[in-house]
């Protein structure tokens, strides 16, 4: 994903409210599903394996009662896409849909102490590349989905599972997607949302769901000299006129915001805090515009980005020799904009604060797309909140906002709500999502089953 989980996973000793025997054998089937598909390489490019995997996860769900009919594998370029429907007794209730992605980031072998597409589980653990992100969190829902049917389950409105190719990527698949199914009620994002576990003790303190996330954006700026001799200085140097600009823009702060969504999260989370960053977030969530609150937020790097847009210079590119005046000069400002706000309008304020008519700027975004917060439907966070005593009886949940992108945008920009709900916990400093020896422990899969088991019926009944 583009976007960093609130929360990981870590090994969670917890009693699941579920009939043992039923949930052991999907625990396991949830298992060999998640190792089966860390094996394919499906990453961006030459020789990938995103296509085959959809059709070995089509084989899955056939198998485990699924009409051949009901799932489709759709090849877009070097990647595909899977949908699977589930149908309904209403023909008239609009669809719950279940979204998810296959691929995954590239991962070097020669880096790893194990090979990323090789699954291992030691020490209660599940190593491999989509251990985390996100090939646990589609078997574990595969699972639970194939059990619900075995055991008889019929559903009032259509349950459809899909499986995006190149969310890690340009999203391609992604948007098709949400365009196809513009029609649903609501979706549950298992990208997203997640546990948070104490780091010393190992028990759950928190989870949330999201319910918003920022739009990523980039924005180019360039600036063009004639150059000349470099033994001849001009009153104007292509790089020192954009390094001047960088510099106005590194320095500069945007507008602090809340919305319903980053409120609640605030005023929730501020009990798992240290006292300073606690009071401040409390201080915050009651008025946005306290400047003490607003410093210490600011100055602590996992609270900058959930209290309004934040832009950053990431690169820099400029000249064409050593002993020459450049004649060009060029950087990338990414922006993670506050939901509510148009890009456009975001790079014109940067603009104003470069304050130089000279820089030309320049949109250059791929697979983003701006959108607002979905609503706090009552029926989504009352399915939640029951799910979550079954599985982890009396741990808060809250909502929360994601850094972004997900799939979740997509849909949200055809008028869709769409929340991240994944239950799977993990403590901070076990997150290897898109890092080195990425993994998650298999303790965490026997309860989400009993969390996916609540929330899947509750929401299409």
């Known amino acids: 994903m583009k976007h960093l989980h609130i929360a990981a996973f870590c090994v969670l000793a917890l009693t699941a409210a579920a009939a043992p025997a039923q949930t052991s054998d999907t625990e396991a089937r949830a298992l060999e599903i998640a190792k089966r598909a860390i094996s394919f390489r499906s990453v961006s490019g030459a020789q990938n394996q995103t296509p085959a995997l959809a059709q070995w996860l089509k084989q899955q769900l056939v198998a485990g009662g699924f009409a051949q009919g009901e799932v489709t ?258 950087a990338n400002i990414n922006c993670r904009i506050f939901p509510g706000h148009k890009p456009a309008d975001i790079m014109a304020e940067l603009a104003r604060v470069a304050g130089d008519p000279a820089i030309q700027w320049k949109d250059v975004t791929e697979g983003s797309v701006a959108t607002d917060a979905s609503p706090m439907r009552p029926d989504f966070v009352r399915a939640v909140e029951t799910a979550m005593g079954k599985a982890y009886p009396g741990v808060p949940v809250f909502p929360s906002m994601s850094s972004g992108a997900s799939d979740s945008m997509w849909f949200r920009s055809v008028g869709v709500p769409s929340y991240g709900a994944s239950p799977v916990f993990i403590k901070e400093s076990d997150s290897f999502s898109h890092g080195l020896n990425e993994r998650t422990p298999i303790a965490s899969i026997a309860p989400a089953i009993v969390y996916y088991r609540s929330l899947f019926t509750d929401l299409s009944k």
């Open 73 to 330: 594998v759709t090849p877009v370029d070097d990647t595909a896409y899977l949908i699977a429907r589930w149908p309904g007794s209403d023909p008239k209730a609009k669809p719950l849909v279940i979204s998810g992605h296959i691929d995954v980031v590239e991962a070097k072998p020669s880096d790893w102490e194990r090979d990323p597409f090789i699954a291992v589980v030691e020490n209660g653990y599940l190593y491999g590349r989509g251990a985390t992100d996100m090939k646990l969190d589609a078997a574990i829902v595969m699972a639970t989905l194939i059990e619900l049917k075995q055991q008889g389950y019929k559903p009032r409105r259509d349950i459809i599972l899909q499986f995006s190719g190149d969310e890690e990527t340009t999203m391609k698949t992604s948007a098709i997607i949400a365009e196809k199914l513009r029609h649903a009620e609501l979706v549950i994002n298992i990208d997203g949302g997640g546990g948070l576990l104490d780091e010393k003790t190992g028990k759950p303190l928190y989870m949330t769901w999201q319910g918003a996330e920022k739009t990523y954006a980039d924005f180019e700026l360039s600036v063009a000299n004639p150059g000349g001799h470099s033994s001849e200085p001009r009153p104007v140097n292509a790089i020192a006129e954009l390094g001047a600009a960088l510099a106005k823009i590194g320095a500069y702060r945007f507008k602090p915001e809340l919305n319903e969504l980053s409120r609640a999260y605030f005023q929730a989370a501020a009990r798992y805090e240290d006292p300073e960053t606690a009071a401040a977030m409390r201080a915050f969530a009651a008025n946005p515009d306290d400047a003490k609150a607003v410093a210490t937020l600011r100055a602590n790097y996992a609270t900058i980005g959930k209290i309004g847009t934040t832009c950053v210079p990431t690169m820099v590119s400029g000249g064409h020799a050593l002993n020459a005046l450049p004649q060009r000069a060029t």
